[in-house]
T-cell receptor, first 112, second 114 residues
Framework: GEDVEQSLFLSVREGDSSVINCTYTDSSSTYLYWYKQEPGAGLQLLTYIFSNMDMKQDQRLTVLLNKKDKHLSLRIADTQTGDSAIYFCAERWDFGNEKLTFGTGTRLTIIP | DAGVTQSPTHLIKTRGQQVTLRCSPKSGHDTVSWYQQALGQGPQFIFQYYEEEERQRGNFPDRFSGHQFPNYSSELNVNALLLGDSALYLC?????????????FGPGTRLTVT
C-alpha cells in the first residue's frame, strides 16, 4: 500500500544536528527523495538516494537508507535558522511508475 | 535558466465553476506532473504528461483534466469545483531520459473555492 510516514514536528537547537525520519511501505521503491518546503513556497529538491545505496552525503546533508526496516533518514549538520521548513520524504515505487508518493511532512523548528 | 513557473499565483472561485491553471517546465525538461497539496498534508499526485499525452493518473475524478502543448507547457483544468478542491496546486517538471527522475517543483497556485 501507499503509506509514507513521518513525525509531524522536530525542534533542534541552532548549531546542533537535525535528524528527520521517514518510513515507507514498499520495498520495491527505486528512488527515495527529500524535499524542503518553506512557508508559502513550492518544494525544493534537496537530495535523493537510489535503493541499492545505504548512504549518500551532500555537504551538510546525509541520507541513510535501511531497506530491511524500510527506514529513511535525513541528517542536517550544523542546523541554521534558514533550515526552518517542512521536510517531505517521497518514494517512487519502481522504474516506469512515475508518481511520487509523499509523507505528511516534518516541521523543523530551530531554537536560537 | 528559468525554473518551473506557474500562473496564476492565487485564485478564488465559486463552487460549481471551472478553473484552468498553467505551468511552464524548467528549460530542457519534457515531462510535467501535477500535484494537489491540501493544507497540512503532503502533495498528492494528480497526473503526468509526456509527449502531449497523459502517461499516468492518480486517484482523482474525471473533473480533473489536463493538457500538454508542443512546447512542453501544461494546463490543469478542474470542472464543477467543490469546496474540497481548495488547495495548493503544484506543477513539477522532469526529463524523462534522466535516471533518478528528479522532479523540480514550481511555486504553486493557491486555489480557494468559496
Amino acid at each position: 500500500g501507499e503509506d509514507v510516514e513521518q513525525s509531524l514536528f522536530l525542534s533542534v537547537r541552532e548549531g546542533d544536528s537535525s535528524v528527520i525520519n521517514c518510513t515507507y511501505t514498499d520495498s520495491s521503491s527505486t528512488y527515495l527523495y527529500w524535499y524542503k518546503q518553506e512557508p508559502g513556497a513550492g518544494l525544493q529538491l534537496l537530495t535523493y538516494i537510489f535503493s541499492n545505496m545505504d548512504m549518500k552525503q551532500d555537504q551538510r546533508l546525509t541520507v541513510l537508507l535501511n531497506k530491511k526496516d524500510k527506514h529513511l533518514s535525513l541528517r542536517i549538520a550544523d542546523t541554521q535558522t534558514g533550515d526552518s521548513a517542512i521536510y517531505f520524504c517521497a518514494e517512487r515505487w519502481d522504474f516506469g511508475n512515475e508518481k511520487l508518493t509523499f509523507g505528511t511532512g516534518t516541521r523543523l523548528t530551530i531554537i536560537p | 535558466d528559468a525554473g518551473v513557473t506557474q500562473s496564476p499565483t492565487h485564485l478564488i472561485k465559486t463552487r460549481g465553476q471551472q478553473v484552468t491553471l498553467r505551468c511552464s517546465p524548467k528549460s530542457g525538461h519534457d515531462t510535467v506532473s501535477w500535484y494537489q497539496q491540501a493544507l497540512g498534508q503532503g502533495p498528492q499526485f494528480i497526473f503526468q504528461y509526456y509527449e502531449e499525452e497523459e502517461r499516468q493518473r492518480g486517484n482523482f475524478p474525471d473533473r480533473f483534466s489536463g493538457h500538454q502543448f508542443p512546447n512542453y507547457s501544461s494546463e490543469l483544468n478542474v470542472n464543477a469545483l467543490l469546496l474540497g478542491d481548495s488547495a495548493l496546486y503544484l506543477c513539477a517538471s522532469s526529463l524523462s531520459a534522466q535516471r533518478g527522475y528528479e522532479q523540480y517543483f514550481g511555486p504553486g497556485t493557491r486555489l480557494t473555492v468559496t
